[in-house]
């Protein structure tokens, strides 16, 4: 249904937030956030006022000598809960007229109730200092003494591997609690909520932390709680580090399995820090870069761009119009491009050659153990099941999230 010249219009009560050429206007209560041009925000702050439709139309045109069609501007800003017509009550994702409050509950953010003074406390000046001071001795260490460095062969435990592997896997879920955590804690110090979920990139499962209320603050604010999680990973390595150092020094006995247990978890901890430079998806380091470049949404432009050029080169017609997108975040969406074509290309091609053959291998394997029974070998078979869970599981689960994903987007399109 079109809004007409005479249709009076309810706006929502929305945050603002200057972003390069566009204003990011939000509803934080529902985590919903838009990016308008100046001209855009201009009408919709002209309706807000109690103009009619086609008063804000001719106010635009006595402005810039041009009457624009605004019935796109509004159906789309409707569609995400921005405005309605006055007296349209059906829609219960606006706000009531005059902006009193939502009419619908908002979205349920995690550890809302945690002050944020408290979270300030583990993102101020000092804790930060303490943090850095850290890494950068364990760095030094690092270079002195790379004897302490883990070794992949520290994540292969010869005896009681079970009990081992699951002390391990139960370490590393904490560890990742935290790392998402760190990010929440580091967004409420900025005095926005944050939620905590389960997730997947490409066919690997993962937590996430939703940080969209930061659109609500300024570019340069948004950094530290972007990079909360790979900070408390780096500090937490570096603290291991520093007490295999001071093993190492006679100024404390640590007995060669903890030694090893120490060395798998910053093993964990390095990997985690390079699986975030996998810019090809959405790790914390790509929403730094995508912060850095002012881009709105580079993941999803940089795709249909993918599709359009695809489209363009084998000659088809009806390509997604991106002219919208400003000139300057098209340039970086043309270059991220390649990284993302590359670095999907490597991600299938570790799918296929590496990840799936030793999953089918151990398949097999496994199988051979649980035919022979439980009578055969108790601890053997206890143990297959043990390790196949903890290895199996996540990488399942990851893969079905990934196809459920792929098959609601076709939906959707």
Request: charged share 15%.
């Amino acid at each position: 249904m079109g809004y007409a010249k005479t249709d009076l219009v309810d706006v929502s009560r929305f945050t603002r937030q200057q972003e390069g050429g566009e204003t990011v206007i939000g509803l934080p209560s529902v985590n919903v956030f838009l990016a308008l041009p100046s001209a855009a925000l201009e009408i919709l702050d002209n309706l807000s006022s109690g103009k009619t439709v086609g008063e804000a139309q001719a106010e635009f045109a006595r402005a810039h000598g041009i009457e624009p069609d605004i019935d796109d501007l509004l159906q789309c800003l409707q569609q995400r809960g921005f405005v309605r017509p006055r007296g349209n009550v059906g829609d219960d994702r606006l706000l009531n007229p005059g902006g009193s409050g939502l009419t619908t509950k908002g979205v349920r953010y995690h550890f809302s109730s945690l002050p944020q003074a408290v979270a300030r406390r583990f993102f101020g000046p000092l804790p930060l200092a303490l943090y850095f001071t850290v890494i950068a001795l364990a760095l030094v260490v690092a270079f002195a003494r790379p004897s302490l460095l883990p070794h992949r062969s520290d994540l292969v435990f010869t005896e009681h591997r079970t009990a081992k592997l699951l002390a391990l896997s139960s370490i590393v879920y904490i560890t990742l609690f935290l790392h998402e955590f760190a990010h929440l804690l580091a967004t409420k110090a900025q005095g926005i909520n944050a939620r905590i979920g389960v997730s997947n990139r490409l066919w690997a499962l993962v937590a996430e932390t939703d940080m969209t209320g930061l659109w609500r603050v300024p570019s340069r604010q948004r950094y530290l709680p972007m990079l909360a999680g790979p900070l408390l990973d780096s500090f937490s390595a570096a603290l291991l580090l520093l007490l295999l150092f001071a093993g190492s020094m006679d100024g404390l006995a640590i007995v060669p399995p903890v030694e090893q247990f120490c060395k798998a978890m910053i093993f964990t901890y390095l990997f985690r820090l390079l699986w975030q430079c996998a810019f090809f998806v959405r790790t914390d380091l790509y929403y730094v870069i995508a912060n850095l470049f002012h881009c709105k949404n580079l993941m999803k432009d940089t795709e249909i761009f993918i599709k359009n050029s695809i489209r363009g080169a084998i000659g088809l017609q009806n390509l997604a119009d991106q002219s919208h997108i400003p000139l300057r975040e098209r340039r970086v969406i043309r270059y991220y491009s390649v990284l993302w074509v590359a670095g999907r290309g490597m991600a299938f091609f570790s799918l296929f050659y590496i990840t799936l053959p030793i999953l089918f291998r151990y398949l097999r394997n496994a199988l051979r153990v649980l035919q022979r029974g439980y009578a055969d070998h108790h601890y053997q078979y206890l143990d297959s099941l043990v390790v196949g869970a903890l290895n199996l599981l996540p990488l399942v689960i990851g893969l079905l999230l990934w196809i459920t994903s792929i098959v609601r987007e076709r939906r959707t399109t």
